[in-house]
């Protein structure tokens, strides 16, 4: 019997078919290739000729994806979306690297194919709409490489030819755009035009985000939006941070007057805050810049005590010199320590981390552990070594929960079973029940 030949000269790869040598492989390419293959072809030998040539083969092939009527089958669309992406990749890398200008004008094309594709392309799953999201951001990228000069002309016309996708577009693509070419777009949507509504208003905003332009950022909002307190409190915020107090105090005002909960109360001189973060930064931020430092520690302190923000309390203590941080760290714990919601305090101490405190915290309100919490496993485990009992505690809770949700639990509740035992080997406590007793709880 014939021996088994070596597969590893069979395998198909580059090294392998790079072996068969150029005559051979352009053989094989000649008589086996589909004619999306060919045309692929023909493009990279238009490429390797020049700029001109790749782009006028390019040309064909849009100008045939655009003029064909025929509707895509659920079977073609594989191969349709393949082109699609392949056509994408050939402009924006390879046509681009030869002569940007000329990119651009096809890519913008091959957008353009997108609103006669929807009509012809059984798409369900939405992969169509993914290919032309996706590209978005090489558009922009391309752009940006051009200059507003060159680019602003084009995206200008593709806005107004096509407003409804180009806008998402170049909303999605915005990041990769340079504030130059992004105020020289906003020039041309804004400039002698009404307010910006709908999918207009939302490129502006965009737009407006990446030119740093807020006062056209600012009137892309409709009167209804600017008086909602979360917006009101973004535009205040974003006026404080650029120095502009007054106009921030201003904002800050006008939301608290048109927020129900903000009226002075009966009796009192003004009533409460319009609830939400964004407020809080908002007020903190206006503050700021007006020049109340210690006001605007006493915002951050209320949020802090609201949120049990990290991110607040970092903001606190890099304000203070050594040792009043130290303070600062322990009234924090305090008000973690209080908390209504026991499980966020935990959370807060556990992340700082502060396990010496959030041990002690889960000792003295061990009645408020809510078991189905998903992080008290890994608490447990970061607090065994230390803090054993607290530990115990966690894991008792977390079995205690499972069990009254079912039997669909029970692998989980059997591991927690014996870690509570381990954890309560040597237990000291006379006010944590024995595991015996919890073993009787369990069932």
Known sequence: MARRPASAKKALSEANLAALGAERLAALLMETASPALKRRLRMELAAEAGAADLAFELDKRLAALEASKTRVSWRKRPELLTELKALEVMIAERLAALDQSLALDRLVAWFDLYPALTRRVQDPKGELALIFDAASSDLTALATQLGPEIAGPVLGEALATRLSEWAVWIGRGVGALSPELARRLLVDLTAGKSQPTGRLALVVRRLADRAGDLDAWILSLSDADRKKPDTAADIARRLAEA?????AREALEAA??????ARPAKGRAAGPEPQGEAWYAAEIAVLEAEGQAAAADAARWRLFERTLSPETLRALLAKLADFEDVVALDRAFEIAAAHGDLMRAVAFLMDWPAHREAAALVLKRRAELRGPHNDLPAWAERLSARHPQAAL?????????????GAGFSDEVAD??????????GLTDDTIPSHAAFLAELR
């Open 393 to 405: 505690l966690l894991v008792r809770a977390r079995a205690l929960a499972l069990r009254r949700l």
């Open 243 to 247: 120095g502009r107090a007054g106009p």
């Open 256 to 261: 608290r007057a048109s927020h129900p909960q």
């Open 416 to 425: 927690l079973i014996i870690e509570a035992e381990s954890l309560a080997v």
